[in-house]
């Protein structure tokens, strides 16, 4: 099972969003794998066709019955190119 949500708002040439992911699998066994994802954004449209970004994930997954717990942080920097 999973579910997730997110928005994102735009005001003038700055947009930002936020998207948060919850899922858990289940094997019959007693056993599950839960995920967990938040990530943030925001761009800024700098000239026509050209618009920078950045992006910062956190995300968790733990699995049940292991010592494997997974965490970290994942950064993004881009420029999107449009012509």
Do not use: R
Request: proline letters at 5%; glycine letters at 14%.
């Amino acid at each position: 099972s999973y579910y997730t949500v997110g928005g994102a708002y735009e005001f003038g040439p700055f947009g930002v969003s936020v998207t948060w992911l919850d899922s858990e699998f289940d094997d019959g066994a007693g056993a599950s794998n839960d995920f967990q994802n938040l990530a943030v954004g925001a761009d800024y449209k700098l000239a026509p066709g050209l618009t920078p970004y950045a992006e910062v994930s956190f995300f968790e997954a733990d699995p049940t019955g292991t010592t494997n717990d997974n965490d970290g942080t994942v950064f993004l920097l881009g420029t999107q190119l449009n012509f």
